[in-house]
Structure formats: C-alpha cells, structure tokens
C-alpha cells in the first residue's frame, strides 16, 4: 500500500521500537540451543539489556511487561533466577564476547533495593563481563522510588544516563493517566539524579491525555527544562484515555498531533535539537560517549523475563502473552525455570526481514540509512531491495542526499506511519493472528 494511502488523517499508528514486533515471535519446536543461537555471530559489540519487570504501580497506560508492588522484591529469586539466567548465557556467547552498552530497564529498576542492586550489577559485571564503569550505561527510574543511596551505588558502578519517567507535572494530568503523582515528589526526585553526579538524566513526557492543553503542555515543558536534562523524550500516548476527553478517533488524533507540533517547536526554540519523533537532545550537552555498537547491525543479549535478545538472524525472548496469561504468571514461570540453555520462543528473520529492520533501524532511530554501509552488510542497493522507500523522495519526507536517507522534519513527524507501513506483509499477518488468539 501506498504511505499516502496509509497516513489518512492517522499520524499515530505505532511506535516501531523493535522490528518484528514481539507479538511475530511464536513457539519453537523443536527449541533451539543457546549454543546454536550464538555460534557463528559478531559479538565484539554486542549491547546488554536487563528487564526488571517490578514497579511501584500499575499506570493506567502502560502495557510494558512488568507488574506493580510485588510483595518482597528484596532479596527476590527473581535476581537469583536472573543469575543462573545470566551463567548459561555467558557460558554460549564465550570469554570472548564484548559488550559495547548496557541498558537495565523496566518496569522500573530503580523499584530495586540497594543491595539487590548491588546483586544486579555484580551479575552484569561479574557473570557476563560487561564493564559497566568503562561502557555507556543506562538505567530507568521512576520519581517515588529514587534514593541518595541507590544512586550514589548506581554512579559507583559507572551508571552514564539516568532516565526518569515523569510523564506530567501535573496531578490532574497523572491521574488522568492512572498514574498519580505529586509535583514536589517529581522535582525531589529530578533534583537527587542532578546531585548523584549521574552525567546523562533524561525524562520522559507523554501528550495526548485527558485534559492536556497547550498551556499544561508547556508548563510541563517548561518545567523539564528548568532542570537542565540532557534528553527529553516525547511520547505521544497511545492507550486511549477512558475519561475526559471524549473525542472522536480523528479528534484524538489531531489533538496529539496539534501538541507534538507544539513540543517540538517548543524544545527546539528552547535550547533543544530534535533527533528523532521522540528523542530531544540539550544542544548545550556534551557529546554522548562514542560506542562502536551498532543498533542495525550488532547483537543484543537479552537478560529477565520480557527481554528480547538479537542475533543477525533470530530475535527470541521468554514467551509474550500478557493478555491472555497474565505477567505475573510469567514471571512465576521464569521463576521457576530450571533450564536457560534452550530457547522455544522466537523468530527467524529471512535477509528480506533482516533488510527491513536495518532500514527501520537506521531510518526511525536517529541516524540515517546509509547506502554505502547497507551495501556493506547486504551487498545490494536498498532502493532495489525496497523500492517503496522512493515514495519518500515524492512525498518530501527525506532530505536532499544522494548518499543516505534521512527522515527530514515532516518525515519525522510521520515516524509513527512510517514504521509500520514498512514490516512485510508476514510481519502484519503474524500480528494480526497473534492479536486475534
Ligand atoms: C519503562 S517506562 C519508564 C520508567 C518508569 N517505569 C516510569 O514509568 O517512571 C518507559 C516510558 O514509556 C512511556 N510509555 C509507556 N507506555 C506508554 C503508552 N501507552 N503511551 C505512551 N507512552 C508510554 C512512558 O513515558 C514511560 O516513561
Ligand atoms: S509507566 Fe513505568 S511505572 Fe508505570 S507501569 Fe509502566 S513501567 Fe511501571
């Protein structure tokens, strides 16, 4: 289908984070060794990702894999099990594995006591030798559950970027959102990661919630920036609010574009350069610390329940069925799992699909799709393996470039088109069956 046909009058269609989406993963039989998996892959800068599936609440928008207030998170087997996780991993990409990231997210892991903390990043370090005080390191946080201590133990173990989701600084907006949450506690909590000592602090804010204007829009805005952080995300919301706003479908949907425009403007008018739909970068900030991995290209280790894994070919994490088991019967069930050396959920990606997720990849994360560096990892032109990426040529969605395609600003704004309308026809159908089960 044609984008043009495709945008209508809906720049909000999905956020393409991942390609293929979770919900193209399917059982395996029969599974597959860790072993096997590994084997023949580059991993001398491979990225790290821990999922600590644990929050302080259960926000009304969320649908991330994760579960609120879990009675005893200290000392849980959730660390244990992510342990023994951990050893069999290590045990397949071998000594010589390198980690060029690492990403602990969430759910919230800042949820975490200090000394599971401590347990955490002696995992990451210890058990799978990635140098956290040596590789740019990121970990998520909500504002309730920060403290002096666990950040001052975060920067000691070498912690870069601290992210913190805020959403709102306004009470009615967070409850709006099922999330409520008062000011001072946000401004504490952004004021203690300015203090750690932390270089990198990013917050994130969602637009398109009941009640939202232009003016609590900005006030939000305004008061990020007051803080000085070196990224601010813009995440269009994409639950539908059940109260207050009463809108058509269309309506919602102008109504977040009308405050995604305003928030770019905003950001850009205010000392921010805008890197892709939702990242904002301080320009004043120093450059981010330069990491030879490459997202299109480099492998990801997934560690945890919910953590996806990458290798050039096969994308597997533990089984995804939120809806229709429940995540906290998941997390049991990874709890309780005793062998971590076979995998039986995933997808294998033909080279058709491994070219549509370097393209998404290099196109919607900031960077551009380099003709020359895709022809290095295919050995093809991308414009013959994808001659629909020419239509972003006729719609202006591109800048001027006969080396790369770079989403220009009215490209970036359509991001949330774009993505989807780029997975294969495979790709949806798995979707579309997965969601129908
Ligand atoms: C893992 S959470 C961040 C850390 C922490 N758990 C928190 O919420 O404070 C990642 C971010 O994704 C965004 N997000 C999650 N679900 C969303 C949704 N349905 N629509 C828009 N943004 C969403 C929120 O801005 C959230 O801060
Ligand atoms: S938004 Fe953050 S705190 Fe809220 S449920 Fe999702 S992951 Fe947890």
């Not at 919900?23 to 597959?32: E, H, V």
């Not at 060794?33 to 609440?57: G, N, R, T």
């Not at 060029?100 to 892991?109: C, D, N, S």
């Not at 993505?419 to 069956?433: A, F, H, R, T």
Request: one cysteine or more; a neutral charge; charged letters at 20%.
């Amino acid at each position: 289908m044609l984008l043009k046909e495709t945008i209508q009058d809906n720049y909000f269609q999905g956020y393409a984070y991942s390609y293929p989406h979770k919900s193209a993963y399917r059982q395996l039989s029969p599974a597959r060794s860790l072993d096997d998996i590994w084997a023949a892959e580059k991993k001398d800068s491979l990225f790290l990702y821990v999922h600590i599936p644990f929050c302080e609440m259960r926000c009304g928008f969320c649908n991330l894999f994760t579960i609120a207030n879990p009675k005893s998170p200290t000392q849980s087997p959730y660390l244990d099990k992510l342990q023994q996780q951990a050893t069999a991993v290590k045990s397949a990409i071998g000594e010589q594995a390198k980690f060029a990231r690492v990403a602990i997210g969430g759910g919230t892991p800042s949820y975490l006591s200090v000394p599971d903390l401590e347990q955490l990043f002696t995992i990451v370090n210890s058990t799978m030798g990635a140098v956290t005080q040596a590789v740019p390191t990121s970990v998520e946080s909500s504002p309730k559950t920060l403290t002096t201590e666990k950040l001052a133990l975060l920067k000691q173990y070498g912690t870069t970027r601290m992210s913190i989701g805020v959403q709102s600084f306004l009470l009615e907006e967070t409850k709006a959102l099922g999330r409520p949450q008062k000011t001072v506690e946000v401004q504490h909590a952004l004021q203690l990661i300015k203090d750690s000592g932390i270089p990198e602090m990013n917050i994130d804010l969602i637009y398109g919630m009941a009640g939202q204007t232009t003016q609590t829009w900005q006030y939000s805005l305004d008061q990020s920036i007051a803080f000085e952080p070196e990224e601010i995300f813009l995440y269009p919301l994409y639950v539908r609010p059940l109260t207050g706003l009463g809108l058509q479908e269309r309506a919602w949907n102008d109504h977040r574009l009308q405050l995604y425009r305003f928030g770019r403007d905003y950001l850009c008018a205010n000392g921010y350069e805008q890197i892709t739909m939702r990242i904002f970068r301080r320009k004043s900030a120093p450059q981010m610390p330069a990491t030879p991995y490459d997202g299109p290209t480099d492998g990801m280790v997934g560690l945890g329940v919910g953590a996806r894994s990458y290798t050039s070919g096969f994308h597997y994490s533990s089984e995804y069925a939120v809806g229709k088991k429940g995540v906290k019967e998941i997390i049991h069930s990874y709890n309780e799992q005793q062998n971590f050396s076979q995998i039986d959920y995933g997808v294998t990606l033909p080279v058709i699909e491994q070219q549509r997720r370097f393209v998404i990849k290099s196109l919607l994360e900031g960077g551009a799709l380099d003709f020359a560096a895709y022809g290095n990892t295919f050995g093809s032109h991308v414009l013959q393996d994808l001659p629909e990426l020419r239509e972003l040529y006729s719609l202006g969605l591109v800048a001027d470039n006969t080396a790369k395609i770079q989403l220009n600003k009215q490209g970036l704004e359509l991001s949330d088109v774009i993505g989807p309308w780029l997975y294969s026809s495979n790709v949806q159908e798995m979707m579309k069956k997965y969601d129908l089960a």
